[in-house]
């Protein structure tokens, strides 16, 4: 069975930063696109970042870019969002996704994109 658990969501000042994890499981994942994405109530599924498990440049929505990096661990299995410099905006829940391919990008920004998606972790920025 696939499985993706995230973790690291809590209550956070704007201005500060949080790591989120998302440790993987069931399979290896070195052919796969790992996508973060994140969802306030009421609200549409948004993009986040994007990057091949295998290695290569991460993508980012513009909103992120330049506060957010997505990074993995390949020996603990592990997917990591970076979010430093944190906004109210930025308050949502967030999830990690796997596709079974390595296309990644800016083409790969759509929560259809994404075959396996974790629970969720919350992120509440206060301002």
């Known amino acids: 069975q696939v499985q993706l658990v995230e973790s690291g969501g809590g209550l956070v000042q704007a201005g500060g930063s949080l790591r989120l994890s998302c440790a993987t499981s069931g399979r290896t994942f070195s052919s796969y696109t790992m996508g973060w994405f994140r969802q306030a109530p009421g609200k549409e599924r948004e993009f986040v970042g994007t990057i091949r498990w295998s290695g290569g440049s991460p993508y980012y929505a513009d909103s992120v870019k330049g506060r957010f990096t997505i990074s993995r661990d390949t020996a603990r299995n592990t997917l990591y969002l970076q979010m430093n410099s944190l906004k109210p905006e930025d308050t949502a829940v967030y999830y990690c996704?796997?596709?079974?391919?390595?296309?990644?990008?800016?083409?790969?920004?759509?929560?259809?994109?994404?075959?396996?998606w974790g629970q969720g972790t919350q992120v509440t920025v206060s301002s």
């Open positions: 996704a796997a596709h079974p391919g390595q296309p990644g990008g800016s083409a790969w920004t759509r929560p259809y994109q994404y075959a396996y």
